[in-house]
């Protein structure tokens, strides 16, 4: 079976390569594309934070793996590809909850995304309190580690 998505909207920020950390102060425009209705952020601004579904379109199809050590760091274990949130995946998706910071016409201005300048946006939702975790979130030992400098 094939998929066929459409972006829905583009990225555009200070970004311009993936790097790993030091996503805390950038500050990103998501603009619909020109067969998206401005309607479609009705609203929006009702919500404080949306998920962001994009997609990794500059990654090599080569490097893409289904386990290895997170950042290829040989202080942590080999994890699966579900088990990281690795951009080499199978799919190329990207998911990010993000904060809304405004909105204008055709355009949200967000923080708190990873994906750089130009990445195609599939799809936005608001956050919904209902449909957060319902239980503690257990995380891997090494992601504290890992994610120490991410969101600086």
Sequence with gaps: MSILLEPVATVKNSRTAATDDFWGNVISEIILLD???????????????????????????????????????????VMGIFSQRKKDRPNQLGLCTVELIEHTGRSI????????????????????????SKTEIKQAKWVNDLM???WK
């Excluded at 080569?62 to 050590?69: Q, Y």
């Excluded at 201005?109 to 957060?132: N, Q, S």
């Design 109 to 132: 201005k967000v923080k708190y995304l990873d994906a750089i300048d130009g990445t195609p946006v599939l799809d936005i939702k608001p956050v919904f309190r209902e449909f957060e």
């Design 148 to 150: 120490n400098d991410y």
């Design 35 to 77: 067969h998206m209705s401005t309607e479609a952020f009705e609203n929006i601004e009702l919500f404080s934070h949306l998920e962001i579904i994009y997609y990794f379109d500059r990654v090599d199809k080569n490097k893409i793996v289904h386990s290895g050590r997170p950042r290829g760091n040989p202080d942590y274990p």
